[in-house]
């Protein structure tokens, strides 16, 4: 659509899919104060699409007005305030069945059909590669749609950096700047797991910001053996601890399956390193989980500023009529990227990147 063909915009709406990230909020304060300012009207949709196909969630309307009142001073506020969830593909929505399994139902013409009912011009959907993907479907099936790229992971290829990404980096920095001295105190081996299914730029950036000896990422599969040799070198120089930072997608190169379960949640991979690592070397190990709280909490300043951006230039984009879009840092610019291509394949650490030809100067093992 053109600028020159888009109906007058009168009514947004925004929702929230897939996991939460720090700074959804700051998204939806600057998209509806822009919007506001646009003089347009705009709904908040609960949990995903879920709003949308149901009157109620958890007993408050599935829409409800976002007004200048209703996301009054929420940039600082980790969660979203619309709910998000990962089980609301309308693609392939959960449903019991009368025999008590659970089968899939596909619900997007609803989701299209309901949108038209409540004269909603745009939807600004913010998401991971998941509701991203949902996202361009739904534009494909008519629906006017603008993403917002969020991840902590960074794994979204036509965005620099994707907001809640430095607010986890900053809390694993931190969790493994805490396991030096633990470690040193009782000379342990430290093994922790950070999130990163399919990439590891959480793990690569804190790991290196963090002082690890071993990063472990899932695009440099490892060799048990090299990590052993790192622990046992360190050990030879008196540096009789060691940090290990392994993504929980990472894999040995052994060709042995991933830690994902049938659901694709990742675990494990900590405990299991840990136990073949001591194992190994003789030396006492432990493992930890850092998790949800990667993902919990208030945004730094750069992910508040950067969603704050993001929103404002959601909006930008539908007044320009540039849809079926998302917007992107790229560089010092925020650019709309079709959405087609933004969600086209995932960015992954380039083994012969400059961030991991640092870490190795510094000599950081990637157990290859
Ligand atoms: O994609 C974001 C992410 O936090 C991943 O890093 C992690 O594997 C996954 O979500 C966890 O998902 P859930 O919150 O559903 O357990």
Same mark, same amino acid.
Request: hydrophobic content about 40%; proline content about 4%; charged content about 25%.
């Given at each position: 659509?053109?600028?020159?063909?888009?109906?007058? =915009?009168?009514? &947004?709406?925004?929702?929230?899919?897939?996991?939460?990230?720090p700074?959804?909020?700051?998204? $939806?304060?600057a998209?509806?104060?822009?919007?506001?300012?646009?003089?347009?009207e705009v709904?908040?949709?609960?949990?995903?699409?879920?709003?949308?196909?149901?009157?109620?969630?958890?007993?408050?309307?599935? +829409?409800?007005?976002?007004t200048?009142?209703? +996301?009054?001073? &929420?940039?600082?506020?980790?969660?979203?305030?619309?709910?998000?969830?990962?089980? /609301?593909?309308?693609?392939?929505?959960?449903?019991?069945?009368?025999?008590?399994?659970?089968?899939?139902?596909?619900r997007?013409?609803?989701?299209?059909?309901?949108?038209?009912?409540?004269?909603?011009?745009?939807?600004?959907?913010?998401?991971?590669?998941?509701?991203?993907?949902?996202?361009?479907?739904?534009?494909?099936?008519?629906?006017p749609?603008?993403?917002?790229?969020k991840?902590?992971?960074?794994?979204?290829?036509?965005?620099?950096?994707?907001?809640?990404?430095?607010?986890?980096?900053? =809390?694993a920095?931190?969790?493994?700047?805490?396991l030096?001295?633990?470690?040193?105190?009782?000379q342990? =081996?430290?093994? !922790?797991?950070l999130?990163?299914?399919?990439?590891?730029?959480?793990?690569?950036?804190?790991?290196l910001? /963090?002082?690890?000896?071993? &990063?472990?990422?899932?695009e440099?599969?490892y060799?048990?053996?090299?990590? !052993?040799?790192? +622990?046992r070198?360190?050990?030879?120089?008196?540096r009789r601890?060691?940090?290990? =930072? +392994?993504?929980?997608?990472?894999?040995?190169?052994?060709?042995?399956a991933?830690?994902?379960?049938?659901?694709?949640?990742?675990?494990?991979?900590?405990?299991?390193?840990?136990?073949?690592?001591?194992?190994?070397?003789?030396k006492?190990?432990?493992?930890?989980?850092?998790?949800? $709280?990667q993902?919990?909490?208030?945004?730094?300043?750069?992910?508040?500023?950067?969603?704050?951006?993001?929103?404002?230039?959601?909006?930008?984009?539908?007044?320009?009529?540039?849809?079926?879009?998302?917007?992107?840092?790229?560089?010092?610019?925020?650019?709309?990227?079709?959405?087609?291509?933004?969600?086209?394949?995932?960015?992954?650490?380039?083994?012969?990147?400059?961030?991991?030809?640092?870490?190795?100067?510094?000599? !950081?093992?990637?157990?290859?």
């Amino acid at each position: 659509m053109t600028a020159s063909s888009l109906p007058q =915009v009168r009514r &947004i709406a925004i929702n929230t899919g897939g996991g939460d990230a720090p700074g959804l909020n700051a998204v $939806i304060r600057a998209a509806t104060l822009a919007a506001l300012h646009e003089g347009w009207e705009v709904l908040g949709i609960r949990r995903g699409y879920m709003g949308l196909l149901e009157g109620d969630v958890d007993g408050e309307p599935g +829409v409800f007005p976002l007004t200048a009142n209703a +996301v009054r001073g &929420i940039t600082h506020l980790g969660g979203t305030i619309l709910g998000t969830t990962t089980r /609301g593909n309308p693609f392939g929505l959960e449903v019991r069945q009368p025999d008590g399994t659970w089968g899939r139902v596909d619900r997007s013409d609803e989701i299209v059909q309901r949108c038209r009912e409540l004269e909603i011009d745009a939807l600004i959907a913010i998401g991971g590669d998941g509701s991203l993907n949902i996202a361009h479907a739904l534009y494909q099936k008519g629906l006017p749609v603008i993403g917002v790229p969020k991840t902590i992971d960074n794994d979204l290829r036509a965005t620099d950096v994707t907001f809640g990404f430095q607010t986890a980096v900053e =809390v694993a920095t931190d969790a493994i700047g805490r396991l030096h001295s633990t470690a040193e105190a009782h000379q342990r =081996v430290m093994v !922790v797991q950070l999130m990163g299914r399919h990439t590891g730029w959480i793990a690569l950036q804190s790991g290196l910001a /963090g002082g690890a000896d071993v &990063i472990l990422i899932p695009e440099i599969p490892y060799h048990l053996d090299r990590i !052993v040799e790192k +622990v046992r070198e360190r050990d030879r120089s008196r540096r009789r601890f060691s940090i290990i =930072v +392994v993504a929980e997608g990472a894999r040995s190169a052994d060709g042995e399956a991933s830690f994902a379960d049938a659901s694709g949640r990742y675990g494990g991979i900590a405990d299991r390193l840990a136990a073949e690592i001591g194992a190994a070397t003789g030396k006492e190990t432990r493992s930890l989980v850092l998790g949800h $709280i990667q993902r919990g909490g208030e945004p730094i300043a750069y992910d508040r500023s950067l969603a704050l951006r993001f929103g404002a230039a959601a909006v930008r984009c539908i007044r320009e009529g540039s849809l079926g879009t998302m917007v992107a840092l790229q560089g010092n610019d925020i650019r709309a990227v079709p959405l087609g291509d933004a969600v086209h394949d995932l960015k992954r650490v380039p083994p012969d990147s400059e961030l991991v030809t640092t870490a190795r100067q510094l000599g !950081v093992s990637f157990g290859d």
